[in-house]
């Protein structure tokens, strides 16, 4: 059974840092996109960032530049370093991993609060 275990949301100020964490058991993740998502109040769920096997990265155009995603596939973790936040980027962030090829084969983690606020 697949779980993602995610960790390090919180209340940081404007143009603090943040970085969570998500942990995943239960499967080999090497065909596995792994990344993060991020839902607002009232709004849609928005890719942030994500990372292949091998090291591919993108991110959502908000976030290109101050977030970076990174992964170790040793230890079948994703992290996400969160720099300069900004207000609206206060969400409940969501670790997701999907099957490269099976996209059915998706799992979430439960969501972790990111509040960035003075």
């Known amino acids: 059974q697949v779980q993602l275990m995610e960790s390090g949301g919180g209340l940081v100020q404007p143009g603090g840092s943040l970085r969570l964490s998500c942990a995943a058991s239960g499967s080999s993740f090497r065909l596995f996109v792994m990344g993060w998502y991020r839902q607002a109040p009232g709004k849609q769920r928005e890719l942030v960032g994500a990372?292949?096997?091998?090291?591919?990265?993108n991110y959502a155009d908000s976030v290109q530049g101050r977030f970076s995603i990174s992964r170790d596939n040793a230890k079948n973790t994703v992290d996400l370093q969160m720099n300069s936040l900004k207000p609206e980027d206060t969400a409940v962030y969501y670790c997701n991993v999907v099957h490269v090829l099976v996209r059915s084969l998706t799992y979430w983690g439960q969501g972790t609060q990111v509040t960035v606020s003075s």
């Open positions: 990372v292949t096997n091998d090291g591919s990265t």
